[in-house]
């Protein structure tokens, strides 16, 4: 019983050439958040959605968008991957609202190699 | 703002040892308290919570309690296995402005537990 998928689960990119990846979610959540996580470092928030209002950290590169085209899925796109864009990247879905409606339920991650 | 604090590691036990891995916070106010746990290549899984002070978070022969008085969350487990190898990430919770929630996280401690 899937309840946030994320796919791929590996992702080759070139250096330059645009990537998407993919989350999806059976638990209906008003709010998805898309992660970046370097290796041995914590997960670095990029962005969140609520319902389909865009959130973005202030830190977060312009290289980096998202699309949330309904409920279900949300999308990452790195416009032009760098060298230093390689990471697990994470999707977390959560009702949102209350601290405690706020548990984040995440996926396991697409890892991304840029060669 | 806020922040976690986590103990380094790696942290090596043999099996059967008794675990602790220390937390401490720094917050506005009384955040939501939890402990995420990841699985080598593999995303994040909420291991437990804790709401309001003096609560006792619970999973799988973990615990956490929440202590305001000295703002710590230390996870604690009586007799670690193999299969407890894992990084450990602490985190709280605050509201951000749009309806979600974001997830504060410590640096992970990974945990290594022998035969």
């Known amino acids: 019983d899937a309840m946030v998928i994320q796919n791929p689960r590996y992702q080759v990119t070139q250096f330059g050439k645009p990537v998407t990846l993919s989350c999806s979610q059976t638990?209906?959540?008003?709010?998805m958040y898309w992660y970046q996580q370097k290796s041995s470092q914590a997960p670095k928030l990029l962005f969140h959605y609520y319902d389909k209002d865009f959130n973005n950290e202030a830190d977060t590169p312009d290289n980096f968008q998202s699309r949330r085209p309904n409920t279900s899925f949300c999308f990452l796109d790195i416009r032009s991957p760098g060298l230093g864009d390689a990471a697990m990247y994470l999707c977390a879905t959560s009702r949102g609202l209350t601290q405690i409606a706020g548990e984040q339920y995440f996926g396991p991650g697409t890892r991304l190699t840029v060669t | 703002g806020n922040s976690v604090t986590q103990m380094e590691g790696p942290v090596t036990l043999s099996e059967e040892a008794f675990l602790t891995i220390n937390c401490t916070y720094t917050a506005t106010g009384y955040p939501s308290l939890f402990w995420y746990v990841q699985y080598p290549g593999e995303g994040l899984q909420l291991l437990l919570k804790a709401t309001k002070a003096d609560d006792k978070g619970s999973n799988k022969g973990f615990e956490a309690t929440y202590r305001k008085e000295t703002t710590s969350f230390h996870l604690e487990k009586g007799s670690v296995q193999v299969s407890d190898s894992a990084v450990y990430f602490c985190?709280?919770?605050?509201?951000?402005?749009?309806?979600?929630?974001?997830?504060?996280f410590g640096t992970g401690t990974q945990l290594k537990v022998e035969l």
């Open positions: 638990l209906n959540h008003n709010v």
């Open positions: 985190a709280l919770i605050s509201s951000l402005g749009g309806g979600g929630n974001k997830l504060t």
